[in-house]
């Protein structure tokens, strides 16, 4: 006990310092997650409405497959990108490998299914009834894929937050294809797993408490948001 506490406390002065290492990669984290997380969303949802609203030849093979990407380790999404993105790879070229914007890419890997699964439940649950009366009313697919959405906003918004969380918390990707690169591809988690494992339990501890203080503030957040939509 007392390595936690007096690590707990060191770890507050450590947060309150400043250190620069430390807010490097809390701001590579919420950086990469966030872009990750917006991406994600772009496409997840309309392939989410798309796999929950019609009925097509196959769709239970798609469903299967959609659900099984979604317990995919970090770590194998991690070696895939990186036989992808380095040097004797398809996308070697483009000198992606050991940037943020690999991790990006994995990331994005990693939340998709979770957009694009729950997303298609949501729509699956909307009232069928809503469907028939905007088709009445003459509305188009695009009309209607926005207003599906909108009625299953609440349970989109818990799928965003659900993949944010995978996003935000998983370290075999950025490790992989970031490389873990003091001020460039560092984030919160692999920062934690090197310090951890030189010693240093107050760093770890206190990128630990950043992990916690972003996920408490997300979801009351989302609380909030949804409390003032449905007032």
């Known amino acids: 006990m007392n390595l936690f506490t007096d690590g707990f406390n060191e770890a507050i002065d450590l947060l ?29 949802l309309p392939f989410g409405f798309l796999l929950g609203y ?33 040097q ?4 070697g070229e483009y000198d992606l490998l050991f ?3 690999a991790i990006i890419i994995g990331q994005i890997v990693l939340g998709l299914p ?17 469907y028939a009366s905007l088709k009445g009313l ?11 959405l909108i009625e299953a906003r609440f349970g989109i918004m818990t799928a965003a937050m659900t993949a944010y969380g995978r996003i935000i918390t998983e370290i075999g990707i950025s490790m992989m294809v ?9 984030t919160v988690t692999t920062a934690i797993a090197l310090e951890t494992g030189k010693g240093e339990f107050v760093t770890g501890i206190a990128l630990g408490l950043v992990l916690f203080a972003v996920a408490l503030i997300v979801n009351i957040a989302l609380s909030m948001l949804k409390r003032n939509w449905e007032q």
């Open 54 to 86: 019609y009925n097509f030849l196959g769709k239970p093979i798609v469903r299967t497959i959609v659900d099984t990407l979604l317990a995919l380790p970090t770590v194998v999404i991690g070696l895939i990108a990186y036989t992808m993105l380095s």
């Open 16 to 44: 309150m310092s400043g250190d620069e290492s430390v807010y490097s990669a809390i701001t590579t984290t919420i950086t990469v997650s966030s872009w990750s997380l917006l991406i994600s969303l772009i496409i997840g």
């Open 88 to 91: 004797a790879g398809p996308f």
């Open 99 to 101: 940037t943020q914007r």
């Open 178 to 186: 970031g490389g873990n690169i003091k001020y460039h591809t560092r």
């Open 138 to 148: 003459g509305a188009n697919s695009k009309q209607i894929l926005i207003e599906t």
């Open 114 to 130: 979770i957009i694009i699964a729950l997303t298609a439940t949501q729509v699956e649950a909307v009232d069928k009834r809503l």
